[in-house]
């Protein structure tokens, strides 16, 4: 059975730092390209950062760059995404998807991230 489980969502205030994490389950994770996206209601759905498989080729929205950085632990089979310096902007539910070829595509239910002082 096929899992992603985010965690680590909640209220950061503005210029903080926020660590999410996505612990998968269920399949080959270290063969699987893993990103994080974003969501605010009425709006679509945003890729945050995105990380290959193993070699690590790394990808980041304009917005983010330089605020934000994607890892992962195969051995653990956890994608994460440390959030420094967050603004308001940021606030939304992201969530974790897991990609190898059409029809491996999995995403997780979400966590909530709130910007606020």
């Known amino acids: 059975q096929v899992q992603l489980v985010e965690s680590g969502g909640g209220l950061v205030q503005p210029g903080g730092s926020l660590k999410l994490s996505c612990a998968a389950s269920?399949?080959?994770?270290?063969?699987?390209?893993m990103t994080w996206y974003r969501q605010v209601p009425g709006k679509q759905r945003e890729l945050v950062a995105g990380i290959a498989r193993p070699g690590g080729d790394t990808t980041y929205a304009e917005s983010v760059k330089g605020r934000f950085t994607i890892s992962r632990d195969d051995a653990k089979n956890t994608v994460y995404l440390q959030m420094n310096s967050p603004k308001p902007e940021d606030t939304a539910v992201y969530y974790c998807?897991?990609?190898?070829?059409?029809?491996?595509?999995?995403w997780g239910q979400g966590t909530q991230v709130t910007v606020s002082s």
């Open positions: 269920g399949f080959t994770f270290s063969i699987y390209t």
């Open positions: 998807n897991a990609y190898w070829r059409r029809g491996n595509d999995y």
